[in-house]
């Protein structure tokens, strides 16, 4: 299941995001029954959670906060269920990049989704091995996305 909350008071097309977020976890094969939680949030509370979380000023884009640690599944494996957890985003800072990163408001706030995603399921980009290996996957997830809905 996933639930989204917009807290932001910002227009978002929330049923695009929850369609989003369950064509990822269909690509990546976790259960259907597993649960995600997206929240919109405003500037000055993403701030708050950049703070408080990750102990780092200003606001940020988006945060994740993994629940069960699951993991996308091998192909020998069955599609693991459990609570994913929540990824938190923030509109007006989604909206405030797009441009430099060459995409609509809207397909920001997609790329950073799919982002928050990975980061819930354990992919990680400290480490430049691991960071080609989740914006590899980001960008084939968000490219596949756009194929899809044009």
């Known amino acids: 299941m996933i639930d989204l909350n917009n807290e932001s008071g910002e227009e978002v097309d929330e049923e695009r995001l929850v369609r989003l977020g369950r064509f990822v976890l269909d690509e990546l094969r976790i259960h259907p029954q597993s649960d995600l939680s997206i929240l919109l949030v405003d500037e000055g509370t993403m701030t708050d959670y950049h703070v408080r979380f990750m102990d780092l000023p200003g606001p940020t884009d988006v945060l994740s906060f993994p629940m069960d640690e699951l993991r996308p599944p091998t192909d020998d494996e069955e599609p693991p269920e459990g609570l994913l957890g929540d990824v938190v985003l923030c509109p007006t800072v989604t909206a405030a990049q797009a441009a430099e ?50």
């Not at 060459?102 to 354990?122: C, K, S």
């Not at 480490?127 to 194929?147: S, T």
């Open 101 to 150: 990163n060459n995409r609509t408001p809207e397909g920001e706030a997609d790329y950073l989704l799919v982002h928050g995603i990975l980061h819930l399921l354990g992919y990680d980009h400290a480490e430049e091995d691991e960071k080609a290996v989740m914006f590899g996957l980001n960008d084939r997830l968000f490219a596949a996305w756009n194929a899809r809905n044009r």
